[in-house]
């Protein structure tokens, strides 16, 4: 978020991840607001796609939801942890290389995606592989 105030990008991350108001500004929605943020893997930058750009395919993926609170990630400094360990179904079939992850709002299908980033280490799939992006889990941000 280059040239925007650090205070604010903290606090903008805080209302997306843990559904913290900005005072003033912006409130999570009183009816109905979204209590999960789904997680996705992908084997290439999705860019300015949707959550499904070049989303894994490998058999038995799906997104995985996490809470959109501080029991599902931790903010601090303008930075995005998960709070616990995010772990994607274990592979049946197929085999690819996830080398992005997304961050969007629906479980399945071509719908917004919030953020997307480089994820280090890469992550290798094939059958019996349980894809884990843990606490040291670095997600950079593209």
């Known amino acids: 978020?280059?040239?925007?105030?650090s205070t604010f990008a903290n606090d903008l991350l805080l209302l997306i991840f843990n559904a913290t108001a900005i005072a003033n500004i912006a409130d999570n929605a009183s009816s109905s607001p979204i209590t999960n943020i789904y997680v996705s893997l992908h084997t290439a930058?999705?860019?300015?796609?949707?959550?499904?750009s070049s989303e894994a395919a490998y058999s038995s993926y799906a997104r995985?939801?996490?809470?959109?609170?501080?029991?599902?990630?931790?903010?601090?400094?303008n930075t995005?942890?998960?709070?616990?360990?995010?772990?994607?179904?274990?592979?049946?079939?197929g085999s690819e290389t996830e080398t992005y992850a997304g961050i969007?709002?629906?479980?399945?299908?071509?719908t917004l995606l919030f953020f997307s980033g480089a994820i280090s280490?890469?992550?290798?799939v094939s059958s019996g592989v349980?894809?884990?992006?843990?606490t040291a889990s670095t997600l950079t941000m593209t």
Request: avoid cysteine.
């Open 121 to 124: 280490p890469t992550i290798a």
């Open 104 to 110: 969007g709002k629906s479980v399945s299908g071509s």
């Open 80 to 93: 995005v942890v998960p709070a616990a360990t995010i772990s994607f179904p274990a592979a049946t079939g």
């Open 64 to 77: 995985v939801a996490v809470a959109r609170s501080g029991s599902g990630w931790t903010v601090s400094t």
């Open 1 to 5: 978020m280059a040239g925007t105030n």
């Open 45 to 52: 930058d999705p860019g300015n796609g949707t959550q499904s």
């Open 130 to 134: 349980t894809p884990q992006l843990t």
